[in-house]
Each structure stands twice: as C-alpha cells, then as structure tokens.
C-alpha cells in the first residue's frame, strides 16, 4: 500500500509517498480502507519536531490521526461494527490507503467521506475547551481565530448550546462566521476595541495562538476565563494550555448526534491527493482557513 511517511523531522519537502506493509487490527481496534484523512495542525506540528511529550515519535513514522473509510478488518474483542460499515474516527498513519483505527463512529447517512474525515479531532477539541473554558448558556464566549475547524466547530456547539459568540477572523470569512451564528469582527490593529464595544466578554478562547493571550485576559478580566490551544507561552500569564485530548468515543457520538439533528456542518475548504500531503501541511500551516483541508485517497 502507499503511505506519506517522514524519517526526520523538518519542513513539509521530508514528507515522502512510500510503499509499505499493510497494517492490521490489533484486540480492540479496526482496519479500514482510507477514503479520506483530515489534516489537522498536529500533523505538521510532529513532523517539525514540537508537542513530542504528548506524541511521543519513532522514526520513521506515518502521518495523521484523523480519517474515514471502510472496515475490511476487525481485531478481536471488537463488536458493533463489521466489514464493509462506513466508519470516521482517529488512529495512527492515517495519510495512507489502509489505516488501524482506534477510536470510531458508524458515519450517518448522507456523510460524505471528505466531511466525516474532518470531524474527528477538531470537534474532541472544540468540545473539550469549551468545557475547560466553563461557559454556560446565557454567556458570550469570545473566539479567536474562529473561522477554522475547531472554531466552526465551537460556533455551532456553542449555537446548539445557548451561549452568544463573538468571532474574530480575516475580513473573507466575516460573512462565514455570521452564517454559523456569531457575531463577526476582524483581528489586526484596535481588534480588542472593536469587541469591547460589542458587549461584556465572559470567557475567551485562542484557537490561533496570535499573540493575543494579554488581550483576551484583560476582555473577560480573569485568566482563568481563557483556554488556548496554539500558544505554548499561555500558562506564563496563567492561562491553561489545553493539549491532552478527551475521550474520542464520546465526542464522536455526540457528533453523530449534532450531524443527525442537522445542527453541525463543517465545510470542506480544500482537498489533495495522497501525493500532496506536503502541500496540505504548507496551506495548513499559513492558517486563515474556512473549515477543513482533507488528503483524498
């Protein structure tokens, strides 16, 4: 089978397109048949070389987590799911024709390949913080960096939720995070102004990690009220680092619920073949996406 794999770590020309043996589904895991594979900013931050407590790497390694399929392998102790179901979940080497999955959900009806690919991750994240974050229904949460996947995650959860949301993103996608239910402002110079006089801040989240942690401290005035994601110096002003993930399974049933009610959609900004993982990590990494980038296979 074909696999994007690495041998050392550095910039997105180590990503190499190889053959190599097939995986298989160890006790309580499945195998699937890659249709699709999300690319997620972990990806490209392990093969730099960062977050290796969390993602302890040995040489050569595959890449991705995130992917959606068909189960061609079950391992024992497995039950619920058999050959042939449509599954999207999270597991190891995902950027490949044959993936092990260790967490999944059956994908519901009318799911494409592309979009469940795009789910995994970024809603165990997006659920995650804004349980960390404490906000309750009734409140304004303000989202830095809120047109990505785990912002337009956030958005809707926190729409289905009854929690008010205020947006920051680049002027293009100021119509994009209105139509998810926030109220839309753009970052760049004066942009904590600009959200004090939409109304009261109760807690904050920095999905962007761009430089903005003093400024939402000083919005919810308590850095306790503040998660980030992306800004490893976070804790040095007291706020939390959010970076151990949470129980996959529930979030991707509580996805699947969220799909089924129709109160989630997250939108497939861009795919690329298997050859061009490279170039998904390089548009990756520049940020100021509208939704998910996905490998296709």
Known sequence: MKRVSFAEFGGPEVLRLEDAEEPHAGTGHIRIAVRAAGVNP??????????????????????GQDASG???E???????????DRVFGEGVAT????????????MPEGLSFEEAAGY?????????????VGVRPGQTLLVSGASGGVGSAVLQIAR???????????AANQDYLRSLGAVATTYGDGWAERVRRLGRVDAALDLAGSGVIRELVGLTGDPRRVVSIADLGA??????????????????????????????????????????AAAAHIDSRRGHARGRRVIVI
């Open 95 to 106: 950027y490949a024709e044959s993936a092990v999955l260790t967490a999944w959900a059956r």
């Open 74 to 84: 079950v391992g024992a102790g497995v039950t619920g799911v058999g050959i042939g």
């Open 42 to 63: 972990v990806d490209w931050r392990i093969r730099e070389g960062q977050r290796l407590a969390a993602h302890p790497v040995e040489l050569p390694a595959g890449v």
């Open 160 to 170: 289905d939720r009854g929690i008010a949301v205020i947006g920051t993103a680049g």
């Open 120 to 132: 995994p991750s970024v809603m165990e994240t997006a659920l995650r913080v804004l349980r960390e």
């Open 70 to 72: 068909v189960v061609d």
């Open 235 to 276: 804790p040095e002003l007291g706020v939390r680092f959010s970076g151990a993930a949470g129980s996959l399974p529930d979030a991707l049933a509580e996805t699947v619920g969220l799909l089924a009610r129709g109160a989630l959609h997250i939108p497939v900004e861009k795919t690329y073949p298997l050859g061009e």
